[in-house]
């Protein structure tokens, strides 16, 4: 291509870009203060306007007391993290272990273990004079321990005959005993004194009604120990995981507040609780 070819090539290229509109934008000064400001403007408009809604002043009554009556405090903050240190080093591994089980075969055995748990039931229901609670709870047993191969299938549940555990606590509680003071149970964790002795009457009711003969001799620890890891293969709670150091204290002070709602002695839904409420619980 000679010169004269290079002349009429670059003609041609200026008479393309000439029929072409040429626009220049340029984009607004990046100002994010400004914009900050201007964002601002509506919230403060609103905040001094006489529209607002007006709060009523938090006073001591309306919050939930921090208290807790915790006179082993000393001997539960060791026995919290000894539960810690054996729940780190044994249950949640052999409860791990458990969970890769099928799992018609981890539902079937905790089926059975509240299938057993029936008779408890049945026991309390009826010392905190129940009768229809416990004419419930007799119907779950006799349908899953014939239908339900042992307890192993929960038929009762989807015959619209919902589970509804009860324990001798609550039949402490029926009869007006506080829950106590607060104790950590070694291998059990949080509980309270009244909590204490009812796991010890659960598992009185269970050793002398012996269901299957579970509940005597060597094959008792057996079948407690397939219970213990098959409810921490349930729980997600983890010590620790919260990485606070008061942790110890939130998880007192969770389980007393749940035991008192549960007694009717702190309302969940009434701002002023009763005056039963602001001493420390066991007190």
Not at 74 to 83: A, E, P, S
Not at 200 to 227: E, I
Request: hydrophobic share 40%; proline share 8%; with cysteine.
């Amino acid at each position: 291509m000679g010169r004269m070819g290079y002349l009429c090539l670059l003609a041609l290229t200026l008479g393309g870009c000439a029929t072409q509109q040429l626009e220049i934008r340029s984009l607004p000064p990046d100002r994010p203060a400004a914009r900050m400001a201007e964002a601002m403007q509506p919230a403060r408009a609103m905040a001094t306007t006489d529209t607002a809604i007006p709060t009523a002043p938090v006073t001591p009554a309306d919050a939930p007391s921090m208290q807790t009556y915790d006179p082993w405090e000393r001997v539960n903050r060791l026995t919290y993290r000894f539960n810690a240190h054996l729940d780190e080093a044994v249950l949640l591994p052999v409860a791990d272990h458990y969970r890769r089980l099928p799992a018609p075969l981890r539902t079937g055995v905790h089926d059975f273990f509240r299938n057993l748990a029936e008779i408890g039931n049945i026991t309390n229901y009826a010392l905190q004079w129940r009768p229809r609670l416990a004419l419930r709870s007799l119907g779950r047993l006799v349908i899953n321990s014939t239908v339900g191969v042992f307890g192993l299938v929960d038929v009762a549940t989807k015959m619209r005959l919902a589970d509804r555990p009860t324990g001798f606590s609550a039949t402490l509680a029926r009869w007006g005993m506080h829950p106590g003071p607060y104790l950590v149970i070694p291998l059990l964790g949080p509980s309270t004194l009244r909590d204490g002795i009812g796991l010890l009457g659960d598992y009185a009711t269970l050793y002398v009604a012996n269901p299957l003969g579970f509940y005597r001799g060597t094959g008792s620890w057996y079948v407690d120990g397939v219970n213990v890891v098959d409810r921490r293969a349930s729980a997600n709670f983890r010590y620790f995981s919260s990485g606070s150091p008061f942790e110890y204290d939130a998880v007192r002070f969770l389980y007393v507040r749940a035991r008192l709602i549960e007694d009717g002695r702190f309302p969940a839904h009434d701002p002023h609780p009763d005056t039963d409420v602001n001493l420390p619980a066991g007190k």
